[in-house]
C-alpha cells in the first residue's frame, strides 16, 4: 500500500483571468515533513486551501488517502477579545473533544500549564501552541501549518520546529508546512519545495542546499540571516509570470534556471 497520503498532479489555479499557481506537482508521505516556501503572493495559502478542499483546483487532480485525516493549524488565533474563554475552553468548542482529550493534548505540545488561562492573556509563541494542540486533537494523518512559528522569537521558532519533529515522530503523520524561514527549516524539513506560482525548486535539503542552484535561488546571505529573501536567476514580470521560460522541473530535484 502506498505511504503517500496526499498528492498533487499538474494542479492549476485562475482567479480573475490570472495564473495564481501553475503545474504544481507534490506529495506528503506518511512521516515526511514538506515545506512550502516563496515570497508573498507566491500561491502558499491558496496551495494550502486546495490541500484542505477549501478551494478547487480549475486543473490537475488531488489525491488524498482515502479516510485522511487532516489537522490545520491556521496563521492566527482569531479570538474576539472581549470573549471571556479560557485556553481549554477554546478546545473544547471543537466538536466531540473531551477534556481529557484536551488536556493530553494540551501536554503533548507542552502547554498544559495554560489550560485555565484566558485565551487573550497568551503570548504568540503559547497562541501557537494552543492552536498546535487543537490541530492534534483531530487525531490528524496530515498536519497541515500555515506559517506555524509566525509572531514567535528566534528561540521560540526552534522549540516549534522541533516540536513539530517530535510531534511527527510520535504520531507518524505527514506535515506540511508553509514558512518564510529557510535557514531554520532546512535542519527540520525532509523535503522543500520553493514556490512562486509554479514550482522553482524541490528535493531534500541536503540536496537542495549543496546544489549551485540552490545558492543562486536563495543566496549565502539569506542562509547566514535565517530570514527568506527570494532570488531566482530567471525573471517574473509584474505579473509573476517568468519571463525567462527555459525553466522546467522534471523530477523534483533542484532545477537550474539556466
Ligand atoms: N480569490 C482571489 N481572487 C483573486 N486573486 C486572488 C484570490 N486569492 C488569492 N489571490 C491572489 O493570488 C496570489 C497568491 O495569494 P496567496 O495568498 O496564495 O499567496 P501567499 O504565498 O500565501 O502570500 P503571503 O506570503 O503574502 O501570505 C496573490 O497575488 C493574491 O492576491
Known amino acids: 500500500m502506498s505511504d503517500s497520503l496526499l498528492s498533487l498532479s499538474n494542479v492549476a489555479l485562475q482567479r480573475h483571468g490570472n495564473t495564481i499557481l501553475e503545474d504544481i506537482s507534490l506529495q506528503v508521505r506518511r512521516g515526511e515533513i514538506v515545506t512550502l516556501i516563496?515570497?508573498?503572493g507566491a500561491g502558499k495559502t491558496s496551495l494550502v486551501r486546495i490541500v484542505l478542499g477549501l478551494l478547487k483546483a480549475d486543473s490537475g487532480a488531488v489525491h488524498r488517502q482515502p479516510r485522511l485525516r487532516i489537522g490545520y493549524m491556521p496563521q492566527k488565533l482569531q479570538v474576539d477579545a472581549t470573549l471571556p474563554l479560557s485556553v481549554l475552553r477554546f478546545l473544547l468548542l471543537a466538536p466531540g473533544v473531551k477534556r481529557p482529550a484536551a488536556l493530553q493534548a494540551?501536554?503533548?505540545?507542552?502547554?498544559a500549564h495554560l489550560a485555565q488561562r484566558p485565551l487573550q492573556q497568551v503570548s504568540g509563541g503559547e497562541q501557537q501552541r494552543i492552536l498546535l494542540a487543537r490541530a492534534l486533537l483531530r487525531q490528524p494523518d496530515l498536519l497541515v501549518l500555515d506559517e506555524p512559528?509566525?509572531?514567535?522569537?528566534?528561540?521560540?521558532?526552534?522549540?516549534l520546529y522541533q516540536l513539530i519533529t517530535r510531534l511527527r515522530d510520535r504520531y507518524g503523520c505527514g506535515v506540511l508546512m508553509v514558512s518564510h524561514d529557510l535557514h531554520l527549516v532546512m535542519a527540520?524539513?525532509?523535503?522543500?519545495?520553493?514556490?512562486n506560482r509554479h514550482i522553482c525548486c524541490s528535493g531534500r535539503p541536503e540536496q537542495v542546499s549543496a546544489d549551485p542552484a540552490f545558492v543562486a535561488l536563495f543566496g549565502k546571505q539569506a542562509s547566514a540571516l535565517a530570514i527568506y529573501n527570494h532570488q531566482h536567476d530567471h525573471s517574473h514580470d509584474m505579473h509573476g509570470e517568468v519571463i525567462d521560460t527555459s525553466h522546467h522541473h522534471p523530477d523534483g530535484s533542484a532545477c537550474n534556471h539556466a
Open 38 to 40: 516563496g515570497p508573498n
Open 106 to 111: 494540551l501536554e503533548e505540545v507542552g502547554a
Open 149 to 159: 512559528v509566525q509572531g514567535v522569537d528566534v528561540n521560540g521558532q526552534i522549540e
Open 188 to 195: 527540520t524539513t525532509n523535503t522543500v519545495v520553493c514556490l
